[in-house]
């Protein structure tokens, strides 16, 4: 058993104190390997230190923005060079938006995260998606948006708005980035991140598995998130959903054991963040889940869709939470709502 593994489940620190560097990728990479029942006692351990138990955040995506997207990220269904079946919309009115986010509310969602498939908004596109941000603010949900690179200016923007989170992912290690995608760099990504950070906006940042990549990429892609300065208030981490059309269709599935370990891990060096288990819940099925939960995780994207993609729907989520004890305490379910925007 090593040095750095034994001192992870004193971290106490509060998120902005995180030192720069702090995690290298070996230490990362020690943790992910380390037996599996001493891996879930340290994250479960840390997990009760910092967060209530059964605390799960329901989260509900919408796709205010689909497809017609000019980056190629080899993993994403909306991408204009992929042949996807996802045909380009235009951004949804306010009043749209504002019924789907009244509808996962009523469901028992707490934050409603929007999502548009651009690579950077243009300023008349952050003025639109003021007014979305507003009208989720006025239902009293918590806001996210991700909407691709930001600049200062318009990171402001979003927060005058009233903006919570920024959801912006660095999907996985430097060193595997370039073979997922190749119309932006890494360099890109942590910029936005830092504009997002520097307006004033709690940042939602994490990853994909499950795209090919070596077990020293996952060690690589968590490192890179705890050594993020202050790290993320909130860390989604999603198994691939294999697209078919898209470069990543073929990929070999990560081995659900793996995957929980991702979760534990994440959740041992980032204690004070939300680690949400994000896309390829469907895939996962209930025992990984559960598994995940223990592990750590304590947010699901909740609602019968992600983006373009399926997830499990709203009353089978709500099954697994009350067949695990979890209770679903804030759910009021309103059944002619939910599902009304999927
Ligand atoms: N266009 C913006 C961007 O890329 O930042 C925002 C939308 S994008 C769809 C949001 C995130 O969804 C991506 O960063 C990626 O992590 C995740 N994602 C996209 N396609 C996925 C897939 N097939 N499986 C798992 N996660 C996916
Ligand atoms: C995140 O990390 N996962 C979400 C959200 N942030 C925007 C997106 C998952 C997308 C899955 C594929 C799709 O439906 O497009
Ligand atoms: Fe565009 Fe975002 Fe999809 Fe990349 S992940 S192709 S930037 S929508």
Not at 180 to 190: A, E, G, M, P
Not at 228 to 250: F, K, Q
Request: charged content about 20%.
């Amino acid at each position: 058993m090593d040095a750095n593994a034994l001192s992870v489940i004193r971290v106490r620190r509060p998120a902005a104190a995180a030192p720069q560097g702090r995690w290298s990728v070996e230490a990362v990479q020690e943790l992910l390997d380390l037996p599996f029942d001493e891996l879930m006692f340290r994250a479960q351990t840390v997990h009760r230190a910092h967060w209530p138990a059964r605390d799960i955040e329901l989260a509900t995506l919408l796709s205010v923005k689909t497809g017609g997207c000019p980056e190629n990220c080899g993993y994403c269904p909306q991408s204009a060079e992929f042949d996807t079946g996802v045909k380009a919309q235009k951004l949804m009115s306010v009043e749209e938006v504002t019924r789907a986010a009244q509808a996962a509310k009523d469901a028992g969602a707490t934050r409603f995260c929007m999502g548009a498939a651009w690579r950077a908004p243009k300023d008349r596109d952050i003025e639109k998606v003021a007014e979305l941000i507003q009208a989720v603010k006025g239902l009293g949900m918590q806001s996210c948006a991700t909407l691709g690179m930001l600049e200062s200016h318009q990171a402001q923007a979003l927060r005058e708005a009233g903006l919570d989170y920024y959801n912006h992912n660095l999907d996985t290690a430097p060193e595997y980035y370039g073979d997922v995608v190749d119309t932006r760099s890494y360099q890109d990504r942590l910029d936005t991140l830092a504009h997002v950070r520097a307006a004033g906006i709690r940042v939602c940042c994490g990853g994909i598995v499950g795209m090919g990549e070596a077990p020293v990429h996952r060690a690589g892609l968590l490192a890179q998130l705890a050594n993020l300065d202050p790290y993320p208030e909130s860390v989604p981490i999603n198994s691939l959903v294999r697209v078919p059309g898209t470069p990543l269709a073929d990929s070999e599935p990560i081995d659900p054991l793996d995957f929980v370990r991702v979760i534990a891990v994440a959740r041992i060096l980032m204690p004070q963040a939300r680690v949400r288990l994000s896309a390829g819940r469907q895939q996962l099925g209930e025992p990984v889940q559960a598994l995940c939960f223990l592990a750590g995780a304590n947010s699901i994207f909740y609602g019968d869709k992600l983006l373009v993609t399926g997830n499990p729907d709203a009353d089978a989520d709500r099954r697994l939470l009350d067949k695990l004890g979890y209770g679903t305490r804030q759910v009021q379910v309103t059944q002619h709502e939910h599902g009304a925007h999927a």
